[in-house]
């Protein structure tokens, strides 16, 4: 290590960091404003080399870093859509992605973060959870370039704003919940498991009629599917491996499905359920639900230019959303809802029981004030 002076009033230190194609050593500079703060850059890279940085990588840019942690997490088989998630994320960067990652501070992360959550450039802002999730993804891709590219983590110290309210995903109404226990459907079948099991779509595609056991009324969820690769997959954490306790309606209805077929759910020639065999089942379904309950069975859902839909449609996720909604009202604790439906995390179990809390609080309020009329009257 050399230091020198130069011409225009700056101390630099040479550091020696191996040898050419020829045998002669290369050298980086180092510059300050001092003699101590020249010294005090070289010997900081001089240690990160003794910690394993790679000198050829020290431009690395985020969107490297970014690409380097999807092509990780997609040699461990993560599945597409978790995949897409990654590139969406690596994508709300913007400008920092052509950065040298290494160059990149707290603040330009932060700075991000709290544009994204207000409106920008004419877009509306981005949910709480959206971007803890970009977060998330920044501070991973981070740590798996320490050591080699960079040598700390800049987003550990961001703080992850409040951002838009996330859009509510309402349980579907005690009316449309006796239009699926009444009408008889190709789609029943799947509509029946998802609202009285809780289980998400890719687990009802896995499910075979062995992992039913109608005389102990439970479901057990060993895998999914994935409608991207078309392969099953693992549960993505131990929580979504479960038995799941089914009620005696499901229990007696599911009594009078079973048809020899290896799924539960399948396509009308006996095979897996695909995207696009679950997009053309729901859509028959809508479609026959507004007819009957819209029109009350006086239109056709063929009728030239299409039926107008005046019904509410709803969706297979709703469905999962309303059987947690539906062991609130049946006073299920709480660790039990999370252990039903799978949830890694309690807090999101939580946040559903919290939100029906104060949705109907006042109703209970309501009760209260009755029960005392008749006290008092």
Not at 93 to 111: S, Y
Request: proline fraction near 5%; aromatic fraction near 8%.
């Amino acid at each position: 290590m050399t230091n020198k002076k130069g011409s225009d009033g700056r101390y630099r230190y040479r550091v020696c960091i191996g040898k050419d194609e020829s045998g002669k050593p290369k050298y980086k500079s180092f510059y300050g404003t001092t003699a101590r703060e020249a010294r005090a850059a070289a010997e900081a890279y001089r240690a990160a080399l003794g910690k394993g940085m790679d000198p050829a990588q020290a431009k690395a840019t985020l969107a490297t870093l970014y690409d380097n942690l999807i092509a990780a997490k997609k040699a461990k088989g993560i599945g597409q859509k978790s995949l897409d998630r990654y590139e969406d994320n690596k994508n709300h960067w913007g400008p920092l992605l052509e950065h040298p990652a290494a160059d990149l501070r707290t603040a330009d992360f932060q700075k991000v973060l709290n544009a994204l959550a207000d409106w920008h450039d004419g877009k509306p802002p981005l949910s709480h959870f959206t971007l803890s999730n970009l977060r998330s993804s920044a501070k991973a891709a981070y740590e798996l370039a320490i050591p080699e590219i960079v040598q700390y983590n800049p987003i550990v110290k961001t703080t992850c704003p409040a951002g838009a309210d996330p859009e509510p995903r309402e349980p579907i109404s005690e009316e449309q919940q006796r239009w699926i226990r009444e009408t008889p459907h190709r789609a029943q079948r799947a509509a029946m498991l998802l609202l009285y099991s809780g289980l998400r779509r890719g687990e009802a595609t896995a499910l075979t009629w062995a992992d039913v056991d109608l005389d102990a009324a439970t479901i057990t969820v060993n895998s999914g599917y994935n409608f991207h690769n078309q392969k099953t997959k693992k549960p993505k954490t131990a929580a979504g491996r479960r038995v799941v306790n089914i009620p005696r309606i499901l229990v007696d209805y599911l009594k009078t499905q079973q048809d020899g077929c290896l799924y539960v759910l399948h396509t009308v020639k006996g095979r897996r359920m695909t995207e696009q065999a679950w997009k053309t089942l729901w859509s028959s379904y809508m479609a026959d639900l507004n007819v009957k309950y819209g029109y009350n069975g006086a239109e056709s859902k063929k009728r030239p230019g299409g039926l107008p839909m005046r019904i509410e449609p709803f969706t297979p996720h709703q469905l999962r959303h309303t059987f947690c909604t539906l062991m609130y009202f049946a006073g299920v604790d709480v660790l039990t809802a999370r252990d039903q439906m799978g949830h890694k995390d309690i807090s999101v179990t939580l946040g559903i029981y919290t939100s029906l809390d104060k949705k109907f609080k006042k109703k209970k309020i309501n009760r209260l004030d009755s029960y005392l009329r008749k006290q008092t009257g």
